[in-house]
């Protein structure tokens, strides 16, 4: 899939890391895994981390780790699974890894209005990305596997 299609261009910081900011979660070493074009990272100088726009692997562990909409990006249990792994080996004894998702109803009000095509379990946009939506629930229960 086209994953790397989904990173979006902005010019202010993500909703995400603009709460995790606010929490006070993004003390300390800080990695944006999956963090697309990288405005969360130019905004607050924290590490980036990207298969396609910022793809050299970070060498060390972080407080914090975050993935923000990459899970929902990708079309198979096993690649969701992957990612999550790959991020974990960034997070320091004692960090966090903070996951988000696209929720379940977003996606499928897109799909709905947008006419996205059906594809294991999700959809496949007009871009030709795959997108597939989470409820907190569901996203227990995946990562229970």
Not at 1 to 10: L, V
Not at 69 to 82: A, G, S
Not at 99 to 104: A, C, D, E, H, L
Not at 118 to 144: C, V, W
Request: glycine share 10%; hydrophobic share 35%.
């Amino acid at each position: 899939m086209n994953s790397h299609k989904t990173a979006i261009s902005r010019t202010n910081l993500s909703k995400p890391m603009t709460i995790f900011r606010d929490a006070g979660l993004l003390d300390g070493p800080t990695l944006d895994f999956g963090c697309g074009k990288g405005k969360d990272v130019e905004i607050l100088g924290i590490d980036g981390y990207d298969p396609h726009y910022f793809p050299k692997l970070p060498v060390k562990w972080y407080n914090t780790v975050t993935m923000n909409y990459v899970i929902n990006t990708l079309d198979t249990h096993y690649k969701r699974l992957q990612a999550i792994r790959d991020a974990w080996k960034f997070v320091d004894v004692g960090g966090i890894l903070i996951i988000t998702s696209r929720t379940y109803k977003d996606i499928t009000n897109n799909a709905i209005k947008h006419g996205w095509k059906p594809h294991a379990g999700g959809y496949i946009t007009g871009k030709g990305t795959f997108q597939i939506g989470f409820m907190n629930d569901q996203l227990r229960e995946f990562l229970s596997y």
